[in-house]
């Protein structure tokens, strides 16, 4: 019995590791632009911050000062990832009393009351970073099956902790400026393949 507590221990606390260092990434979205190895560039979208590269190594940072441009969804997300942090936290403590190797916690009957919450708590923790991660990936799969929003349709690649799929599309001509007055059929609904 001992084993197998230890072992969800290592796994609750774990997840909730992972869970850190997807809210913290900055790789929740990356759009990229190729026409040749050397002036591929991309864009790092996260929670917190959005950052540029290119191919030559230069690479830029610029963090969300106020909550009052950051459109609705990421903000959305942004709760949602926070609420399921807090909650792994007091999981990963609730998970340590309760083990029956703690000395901490009472009789074994509190014991296990105790690791029933903790059970609890890290499963509400797993439904709202699977809520947050849900609702940015739906907003960038509506946002690229659209054939009205062309405003950065170079290729949508799924990173970091919405890593679901990838696709590529191509880039329009003319010193760096897209076409934005006629979307291209190549963004209708079979434009992943």
Known sequence: MSRAQISALVFGVGGFGA???????????????????????????????NCAGNALGSFHCRPHFTIFKVE?????CRGLMIAAVSLGFFGSIFALFGMKCTKVGGSDKAKAKIACLAGIVFILSGLCSMTGCSLYANKITTEFFDP??????????????????????????????????????????????
């Open 19 to 49: 869970l850190v260092a997807a809210t913290a990434s900055n790789e929740w979205k990356v759009t990229t632009r190729a026409s040749s190895v050397i002036t591929a560039t991309w864009v790092y979208q996260g929670l917190w911050m």
């Open 72 to 76: 609705g969804y990421i903000q959305a």
């Open 148 to 193: 009205h929003y062309v405003e950065q349709k170079m290729g949508y690649t799924y990173n970091g902790a919405t890593s679901v799929m990838s696709s590529r599309t191509k880039y329009h001509g003319g010193e760096g400026d897209f076409k934005t007055t006629n979307p291209s059929k190549q963004f209708d609904k079979n434009a992943y393949v």
